[in-house]
């Protein structure tokens, strides 16, 4: 079964997607996702310039022999517009197999461990008011878990809080909250101003009213989002210890993997981290030093379903488990990948789900569903997710930018 042609989809339903899309000489199609947030057309251009041409004529059904041919041959490996790329040819070349099976794809990957995959939600608010009610919402929603972010004072605008003025670049189109996609339209990033102190100080009193208001049961989720030194992770790590944290997600810059020794031997809080991460030689020191509790990397950035399985497999023989990223910028491509390997592995841990917009939906038409927490992949062959053109075409590319942070005294930090 060969491949006949690889076509790098481009759309942009209220926030961007790059969808690669092959297709057989005996007319199975199988999709990809490549989304790279803000460096979009990056990985397009890596798709369309350097690596769909490889692929014609080659046997659709030889995934592992495509992997180590596009990471391998490539000579420069690693990088997450590399990664992206692979992942989607990956993906694709999996839901071309699992079509061609006539099975739903997690039957390829040894069928269902679980009933669905457990979700957390992302609530937040610029105070506790606002965050009590946005926990409620995701409560009456169905969610069981919760992730808690919160605006800090002194701050204009923080990371993953839901902010008015920030809307009109999101994924819902005018209407976006900043928390639902940070990427704004912008001729050059947005700048947004960050103390650390501040940060400290205010992230345990909003946990302890949290804890007070919705008891000692639900599971709760924190993202530094790589702001912190290795000390101050650590520091926080330790006063969130009496809020009983799920988790507290990428404390340090994910760079420095030998920073994690420091948090973890100051702090018992679970840790999360990884969705910057793009090959399992990321994780290496992570896992056999037992520095992390869950595996943060998505489909789409680490290499495919075949290489993020293989770094699953990897984390379990360390006790640690899944928790894969899974906010908007992630396409329902993606997303169903997620499923259909997270509802198979033994080691699943939890999902991130953030809903996408009416118009993504509309463009993939995913057959996944949510119920009572849980989100449940499709059982019609392959992924179960589509790509309609014309919707597409109605959506083209608009550039956005992620923004970026800069401390008090004007200096660079990270965001």
Same mark, same amino acid.
């Given at each position: ?21 092959? !297709? ?13 947030? @803000?460096? =979009? ?38 990088? *997450? ?32 461990? /679980?009933? @669905? ?11 506790? *008011? ?46 976006? /909250?900043?928390?639902? %996609?940070?990427? /704004? ?6 700048? &947004? ?11 345990? !009193?909003?946990? &302890?009213?949290?804890?007070? &208001?919705?008891?000692? =049961? ?66 290496? =020191? ?40 899974? *906010? ?5 491509? +993606? ?31 995913? !057959? ?9 992949? +499709? ?18 590319? %608009? ?17």
């Amino acid at each position: 079964m060969k491949i006949a042609s690889a076509e790098v989809l481009v759309s942009s339903p209220g926030r961007n997607f790059v969808t690669l899309r092959i !297709t057989t000489d005996d007319g199975f199609v199988g999709l990809g996702d490549a989304t790279l947030n @803000g460096r =979009e057309l990056a990985v397009a251009s890596y798709l369309r310039d350097h690596i769909a041409a490889l692929l014609i004529g080659r046997d659709a059904h030889q995934i592992e022999d495509t992997w180590q041919y596009l990471y391998r041959g490539a000579y420069w490996r690693r990088g *997450p517009v590399t990664m992206a790329s692979i992942a989607a040819v990956d993906t694709a070349l999996w839901d071309i197999k699992a079509k061609v099976a006539g099975l739903p794809l997690y039957q390829l990957l040894g069928g269902k461990s /679980r009933v @669905g995959c457990l979700t957390y939600g992302h609530a937040s608010g610029v105070d506790l *008011p606002e965050l009590f009610d946005s926990i409620r919402e995701h409560l009456d929603q169905g969610y069981r878990a919760i992730r808690v972010q919160t605006g800090i004072p002194g701050l204009d605008s923080v990371y993953g809080v839901a902010s008015s003025k920030n809307a009109g670049a999101g994924d819902s189109g005018v209407s976006a /909250r900043y928390d639902h %996609e940070p990427a /704004r339209r912008s001729a050059v990033p947005v700048e &947004e101003s960050w103390d650390t102190r501040a940060y400290l100080r205010h992230a345990p !009193t909003v946990f &302890e009213a949290v804890r007070n &208001e919705f008891g000692p =049961e639900l599971p709760l989720l924190h993202d530094s989002h790589h702001r912190l030194t290795p000390i101050q992770a650590a520091k926080l790590g330790k006063s969130l210890e009496p809020y009983d944290l799920f988790w507290l997600e990428d404390v340090t810059p994910a760079e420095n993997q030998a920073a994690l020794r420091r948090v973890r031997e100051h702090t018992t809080t679970p840790l999360a981290i990884g969705e910057v991460f793009n090959t399992i030689w990321d994780y290496r =020191e992570l896992f056999e030093e037992q520095l992390i509790d869950y595996v943060r990397s998505p489909v789409t950035h680490a290499g495919g379903i075949t290489a993020l399985r293989r770094i699953f497999d990897y984390a379990a023989v360390y006790q640690i488990k899944s928790g894969v990223h899974g *906010p908007t910028d992630i396409s329902p491509v +993606g997303l169903a990948a997620a499923l259909h390997l997270g509802i198979a592995i033994p080691n699943f841990g939890i999902q991130e789900y953030m809903k996408h917009s009416a118009a993504t939906d509309e463009l993939f038409r995913p !057959t996944y569903f949510f119920d009572g927490g849980y989100l449940v992949p +499709g059982d019609g062959p392959g992924l179960g997710v589509d790509y309609d053109d014309l919707v597409a075409d109605a959506h083209p590319y %608009e550039g956005a930018y992620l923004p970026v942070n800069r401390l008090l005294d004007g200096s660079m930090h990270d965001w």
